[in-house]
């Protein structure tokens, strides 16, 4: 079992930067894949990155690669999404989400273990 807390979100104006914290706690989170999701009002939960145990590997979706950034620090049990050039299209919740695996997969349903999110508001 592993226990997910999110932080960072926030409101931030078009064409800004947030960076998204996801402290985990519990089992070694090291053996684990990451990812982060994020769900807009009346839309579905969808992929936005993941990232391999080791970090060595990253996925991206469409709509943000080039922005937005993965990362883990196995050391301090943390994964972060730095995102840069905000877009209002960009406002959801977003998840970390956990997956006891050492294949990357970007399908929701495949992950294990979710935080409870944190808001990122846009602004145009």
């Known amino acids: 079992q592993v226990q997910l807390v999110e932080s960072g979100g926030g409101l931030v104006q078009a064409g800004g930067s947030l960076r998204l914290s996801c402290a985990a706690s519990g089992r070694t989170f090291s053996s684990y894949v990451m990812g982060w999701f994020r769900q807009a009002p009346g839309k579905e939960r969808e992929f936005v990155a993941a990232i391999s145990q080791g970090g060595g590997v990253t996925y991206y979706a469409g709509s943000v690669k080039g922005r937005f950034t993965i990362s883990r620090d196995n050391a301090k049990n943390t994964v972060y999404l730095q995102t840069n050039s905000l877009k209002p299209e960009d406002t959801a919740v977003y998840y970390c989400?956990?997956?006891?695996?050492?294949?990357?997969?970007?399908?929701?349903?495949?992950?294990?273990?979710w935080g409870q999110g944190t808001q990122v508001t846009v602004s145009s």
């Open positions: 989400a956990a997956r006891d695996s050492a294949v990357v997969i970007t399908r929701p349903r495949e992950y294990d273990y």
